[in-house]
């Protein structure tokens, strides 16, 4: 699923003819449906398909860029939202338009339960999985106490400590510090706004999701970092326990996530 690979299926799928269904792993199709699933039910903010937009911005497999993308050019690829230009039935999809899977907001999720279900299928209670800063925990640790971990502080924000037990819980941060550029005195945070086509510029330091599933914990904390605080309300109607610190105004907890540590 890697779209810096030339021949992974990701890649190859990426390079397929607009219009003509392709067959997919079982994995791959997983982690798409759950992608347009999210992109459906965040009205756009997070998407699978906008591979394209990250490219334009040198987040992609073509590397940096030596200007920031001109009005024009972000224009011209927002014609195309790319979700909405793909098209799956079970294990197969198709491009309707020429638009560029990109899993990079939830392949590392999906990839954590892949290995925590290997390691049930072995016979394996007790393990903590972590990949890239995306976490599982089922069971408990040799001493007889949970996995106990604490939410990254976002720089910039005064947050309360936050200790969590991954009990049969995942756990994914999206944060605008991670991974940046500067030009022009300016930093341009990796994380892009599907819908506008640009870097964010909401204030939001980071997202945290606690989720049964890590693929979905990865994805719901990139579509909350999208829409910003007032994200938090679609996170109390999808049940999502879920943590946002935002620069200026602090924190802000989902009711289910303060339900959870109270």
Not at 74 to 89: F, K, M, N, T
């Amino acid at each position: 699923m890697s779209h810096w690979e030339p021949d992974s299926a990701l890649s190859r799928f990426n390079r397929s003819e607009p219009g003509r269904w392709q067959p997919l792993p079982a994995g791959f199709a997983q982690v798409l449906a759950a992608g347009l699933s999210i992109a459906g039910a965040s009205g756009g903010a997070f998407d699978p398909a906008m591979g394209l937009l990250a490219d334009l911005w040198g987040f992609g497999p073509s590397g940096a860029r030596a200007a920031i993308p001109s009005d024009a050019e972000i224009a011209a690829v927002l014609e195309s939202p790319g979700h909405r230009h793909i098209e799956q039935d079970g294990r197969r999809a198709r491009r309707l338009a020429p638009v560029a899977l990109d899993f990079s907001g939830i392949a590392k999720g999906h990839a954590v339960d892949a290995v925590a279900e290997r390691l049930r299928s072995l016979g394996c209670a007790d393990f903590l999985v972590e990949i890239g800063g995306e976490l599982r925990g089922e069971g408990i640790k040799p001493d007889g106490q949970p996995w106990w971990v604490e939410l990254e502080p976002a720089p910039g924000v005064a947050n309360a400590p936050i200790r969590v037990a991954l009990h049969g819980l995942s756990v994914a941060t999206s944060g605008d510090y991670r991974r940046s550029f500067r030009h022009a005195g300016r930093d341009y945070a990796h994380t892009i706004d599907p819908r506008t086509g640009r870097p964010l510029t909401n204030g939001v330091a980071s997202v945290t999701v606690l989720h049964p599933s890590c693929m979905l914990a990865d994805a719901w904390a990139t579509a909350l970092t999208v829409l910003g605080p007032s994200g938090m309300a679609l996170a109390e109607r999808q049940g999502l326990a879920a943590h946002m610190a935002v620069r200026g105004a602090g924190e802000q907890l989902s009711p289910r996530l303060a339900a959870m540590l109270a």
